[in-house]
Each structure stands twice: as C-alpha cells, then as structure tokens.
C-alpha cells in the first residue's frame, strides 16, 4: 500500500505560481514511478505530467509544457509540481497517483494508488 498526500494548493492571479507537493508513505518511494493528473469542473480528470522512478525521465501534456515542472525528491519520499506561468484554465483539482511499473503511464487507469487532491484556482 501506498499513502499519498498532496499540498500546495491555493488560489493565485493569472501569471503566477504555485508548486505543489505529493508526500508519499508506505512503500518503497523510489521504486514507485509518479504523475500529477488534473479534474477540472465538469470535466474529465486529464494528465498533466509524469516522472519516472530515477527522475531520469519526464512526461507532460501538451497544455503545461514549457510552464510545468515535474520532480521529485527520492530522500523525503515527496515529488513536486511547479507551475509557472499559470491560466484560468489550470483551475481544477490536482491529484498526485502512484504506479508500480518502471515507465510511468498517462491514463488514469495505469496508476495503483492515488492522493485526495488539492484544489488549484487561477483568478483572471
């Protein structure tokens, strides 16, 4: 079993930043490949990035590219996601998710375990 915590959500004008952190607990973290995953209201939840076990590898959307960064920190256990450069159309509830296979997936259902989210909101 995996636990995972996200933080760092808030609201934030047009333009600006956030960095959010995923705590993980209960498995060997780096082992475990990760990504960020996204529900906006009334939408589907979406991929945004992800990263492999070694951070060697990283993964993202095409709507965050160039203004998202995926990393992680294998000695406290936590990955990150700092988002620069943030729209209105970021807003949504952002979940970290655990996936036990050496190349991270991005579809929902490649993933094994996953946080309870944080809420993400860009005022224009």
């Known amino acids: 079993q995996v636990q995972l915590v996200e933080s760092g959500g808030g609201l934030v004008q047009a333009g600006g930043s956030l960095r959010l952190s995923c705590e993980a607990s209960?498995?060997?973290?780096?082992?475990?490949?990760m990504g960020w995953f996204r529900q906006a209201p009334g939408k589907e939840r979406e991929f945004v990035a992800a990263?492999?076990?070694?951070?060697?590898?990283?993964y993202y959307a095409d709507s965050v590219k160039g203004r998202f960064t995926i990393s992680r920190n294998n000695a406290k256990n936590t990955m990150y996601l700092q988002m620069n450069s943030l729209k209105p159309a970021d807003t949504a509830v952002y979940y970290c998710?655990?996936?036990?296979?050496?190349?991270?997936?991005?579809?929902?259902?490649?993933?094994?375990?996953w946080g309870q989210g944080t809420q993400v909101t860009v005022s224009s």
């Open positions: 998710a655990a996936d036990t296979r050496v190349v991270p997936g991005h579809e929902e259902y490649e993933y094994d375990y």
């Open positions: 209960g498995r060997t973290f780096s082992r475990l490949a």
């Open positions: 990263i492999r076990w070694s951070g060697s590898s990283t």
